[in-house]
């Protein structure tokens, strides 16, 4: 007897839930973000007790944010994001392909990724942070990175 099912018996896979979906999205930014030079770290705590999706900062000290939607009903439901805008220089969308992009403010930059990597489709606005509030954040940044290495398996 073979193990063939008849045509259209096969169940489709499930859809990603919205946590693996995020999960999915920020492995694929994360990506990406490295790809260009940066170093990001995920769920960076902001000092009005918000904490943005991935933080990174490039070498001359420039910091680069992305907020991931995983759908439609994340983004309506969630619009902390413009709290974050004076904390970086750049500020980014990131959504997969199947996400209603003419929902996303067409100032902010925009990411589609996916679990293997990401392309930046378009470039942010440009801010430029105040010297002091750069200072603090950079620290901040410094001091959360520190923290999750120490709290991290030593590598072999």
């Not at 930059?109 to 603090?136: E, M, N, S, W």
Request: with cysteine; hydrophobic share 45%; net charge positive.
């Amino acid at each position: 007897m073979r193990n063939i099912a008849p045509i259209g018996t096969i169940a489709k896979p499930d859809p990603l839930t919205r946590p693996d979906r995020t999960l999915s999205l920020t492995r694929g930014v994360m990506r990406l973000f490295v790809d260009l030079g940066l170093s990001p770290i995920a769920e960076f705590r902001l000092p009005i007790k918000r904490r943005a999706d991935i933080a990174a900062l490039d070498r001359r000290g420039k910091l680069v944010m992305a907020e991931i939607k995983s759908c439609r009903a994340d983004f309506e439901s969630d619009q902390k994001w413009p709290e974050y805008l004076d904390y970086c220089d750049e500020f980014y969308f990131a959504v997969d392909q199947e996400f209603p992009v003419d929902l996303l403010p067409s100032q902010e930059g925009l990411i589609i990724a996916d679990d293997f990597g990401a392309t930046v489709i378009r470039p942010p606005a440009q801010r430029q942070l105040a010297p002091a509030r750069r200072k603090a954040i950079t620290l901040r940044f410094a001091r959360q990175a520190v923290r999750r290495a120490l709290a991290a398996p030593e590598m072999p």
